[in-house]
């Protein structure tokens, strides 16, 4: 089964309530229809009905059995505008300005989320990358021991046999352009958890540079090493190794002639980059050179899953971003149940999953893996 195919898999697996923000795009709708009728999740689209009617209409698509809620008369808008105000009022916040802001359905479904009311949401074909990430960041907040918010890329190498069998981690490709040593650990922290539930093994990290284990001396480096004192003292179970260059993170071979005795050479599935620069250049150069498939940037570090898409992104790209946060749901409600708290996941025999996966799913997932052949 592909990465993609498994994260679909589970999606029907637990099947989350999961808010679509834009619900007046017919991209929106459109994906909202294959995750209802393909059970992979419960999808609540936000808009005006008359708007989420006609962009029905115009994906060609009905709406039955499909949640819909416009913000802008949302049951819940005073309690909405009622927390953002006094969550924000020492920054500034305006009552009337929090009320104004609770009637978009990017906060209202921010607010959803917050509240409990649906276990993620996804944006991003209608808002830009900065609006979604403002929601996160004033409204769900930083996950517990996390201060920086950042974003990763899923890869998903064909042929390859690194990593977890082609599929990658890479960290962080779009948001920090410079991040600091504290910073560059709550990204890879971060990204550790999003490896749990989207590769669904063991994470291994490499902190990539230019030199291997003081193979070279430079103060760029100073920054890496220490981000692997952070981690190491703060999180002693990630599997985490550092200054590492890509070939010794990737290649057992290499990683044990340049790294021996790492707990990482040679393993790595989760790349965290030093800087944007090399973040960004390294997905891009991976999607072109070697045909993967990249999927991203989903933010990472926050307290709850959401998504944000490209402005140019098609109606199964929604769904599979939709899949990927109910999966990062579920993995969060599995920690709580891990750690004693009320929920728990249900579970379902792979054969019964696989048979909930849409024939219009499955396809994609066939022109992806097409795309890569
Ligand atoms: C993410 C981004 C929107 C934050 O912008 P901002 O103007 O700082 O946003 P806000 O002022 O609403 O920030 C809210 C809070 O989050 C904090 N914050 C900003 N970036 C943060 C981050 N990466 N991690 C944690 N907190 C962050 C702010 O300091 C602010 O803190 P406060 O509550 O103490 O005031 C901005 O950095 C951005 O636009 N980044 C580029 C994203 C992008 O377009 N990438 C393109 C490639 S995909």
Same mark, same amino acid.
């Given at each position: 089964m592909s990465v993609i195919d498994r994260i679909l898999a589970l999606a029907a697996n637990t099947v989350k309530t999961i808010a *679509? #923000?834009? &619900?007046?795009d017919p991209r929106m709708v459109a994906a909202a229809r294959r995750l209802a009728d393909q059970k992979l999740a419960r999808p609540v689209l936000l808009g005006r009905p008359d708007k989420i009617a006609e962009a029905a209409g115009k994906a060609g698509v009905? *709406?039955?059995?499909i949640a819909t809620l416009d913000a802008s008369q949302g049951p819940r808008l005073a309690e909405f505008a009622k927390l953002y105000y006094e969550k924000r009022k020492a920054k500034g916040l305006t009552e009337d300005q929090a009320a104004e802001a609770v009637r978009d359905p990017l906060w209202y479904g921010a607010w959803m989320l917050e509240t409990g009311e649906v276990d993620g949401f996804v944006a991003g074909a209608v808002n830009s990358t900065a609006n979604v990430f403002r929601a996160g960041l004033q409204v769900? &907040? +930083? =996950?517990?021991?996390? /201060?920086t918010a950042s974003s990763c890329f899923l890869m998903v190498v064909p042929d390859c046999e690194y990593g977890a069998q082609g599929a990658f981690i890479y960290s962080d490709? &779009? *948001? *920090?352009p410079f991040p600091d040593a504290a910073q560059l650990a709550d990204i890879a922290v971060a990204s550790n958890t999003m490896a749990k539930a989207l590769l669904q093994t063991t994470p291994y990290l490499a902190l990539l #540079?230019?030199?291997? +284990?003081? #193979?070279a001396e430079h103060p760029n480096l100073d920054k890496v090493k220490e981000a692997r004192r952070i981690i190491k003292e703060n999180h002693p179970g990630i599997h985490v190794d550092g200054e590492l260059q890509a070939d010794a993170a990737l290649i057992p071979a290499i990683g044990s002639s /340049? =790294?021996?005795?790492?707990?990482?050479a040679g393993k790595a599935n989760v790349l965290i980059f030093p800087d944007l620069n090399a973040g960004n250049i390294a997905y891009k150069l991976t999607e072109r050179l070697a045909k993967a498939t990249a999927i991203g940037p989903l933010p990472q570090g926050f307290a709850k899953p959401f998504s944000d898409l490209s402005r140019g992104c098609n109606a199964d790209d929604i769904v599979i971003a939709a899949a990927i946060v109910s999966v990062q749901a579920a993995g969060r409600v599995a920690e709580v149940a891990s750690t004693g708290g009320p929920e728990a996941v249900p579970q379902k025999k792979e054969e019964e999953i696989v048979e909930l996966v849409s024939e219009i799913v499955a396809q994609r997932i066939r022109e992806i893996l097409d795309k890569q052949a």
């Amino acid at each position: 089964m592909s990465v993609i195919d498994r994260i679909l898999a589970l999606a029907a697996n637990t099947v989350k309530t999961i808010a *679509l #923000s834009e &619900g007046e795009d017919p991209r929106m709708v459109a994906a909202a229809r294959r995750l209802a009728d393909q059970k992979l999740a419960r999808p609540v689209l936000l808009g005006r009905p008359d708007k989420i009617a006609e962009a029905a209409g115009k994906a060609g698509v009905s *709406l039955d059995g499909i949640a819909t809620l416009d913000a802008s008369q949302g049951p819940r808008l005073a309690e909405f505008a009622k927390l953002y105000y006094e969550k924000r009022k020492a920054k500034g916040l305006t009552e009337d300005q929090a009320a104004e802001a609770v009637r978009d359905p990017l906060w209202y479904g921010a607010w959803m989320l917050e509240t409990g009311e649906v276990d993620g949401f996804v944006a991003g074909a209608v808002n830009s990358t900065a609006n979604v990430f403002r929601a996160g960041l004033q409204v769900i &907040g +930083m =996950a517990p021991g996390i /201060k920086t918010a950042s974003s990763c890329f899923l890869m998903v190498v064909p042929d390859c046999e690194y990593g977890a069998q082609g599929a990658f981690i890479y960290s962080d490709c &779009g *948001l *920090l352009p410079f991040p600091d040593a504290a910073q560059l650990a709550d990204i890879a922290v971060a990204s550790n958890t999003m490896a749990k539930a989207l590769l669904q093994t063991t994470p291994y990290l490499a902190l990539l #540079s230019f030199s291997t +284990m003081g #193979s070279a001396e430079h103060p760029n480096l100073d920054k890496v090493k220490e981000a692997r004192r952070i981690i190491k003292e703060n999180h002693p179970g990630i599997h985490v190794d550092g200054e590492l260059q890509a070939d010794a993170a990737l290649i057992p071979a290499i990683g044990s002639s /340049k =790294a021996p005795g790492s707990p990482v050479a040679g393993k790595a599935n989760v790349l965290i980059f030093p800087d944007l620069n090399a973040g960004n250049i390294a997905y891009k150069l991976t999607e072109r050179l070697a045909k993967a498939t990249a999927i991203g940037p989903l933010p990472q570090g926050f307290a709850k899953p959401f998504s944000d898409l490209s402005r140019g992104c098609n109606a199964d790209d929604i769904v599979i971003a939709a899949a990927i946060v109910s999966v990062q749901a579920a993995g969060r409600v599995a920690e709580v149940a891990s750690t004693g708290g009320p929920e728990a996941v249900p579970q379902k025999k792979e054969e019964e999953i696989v048979e909930l996966v849409s024939e219009i799913v499955a396809q994609r997932i066939r022109e992806i893996l097409d795309k890569q052949a």
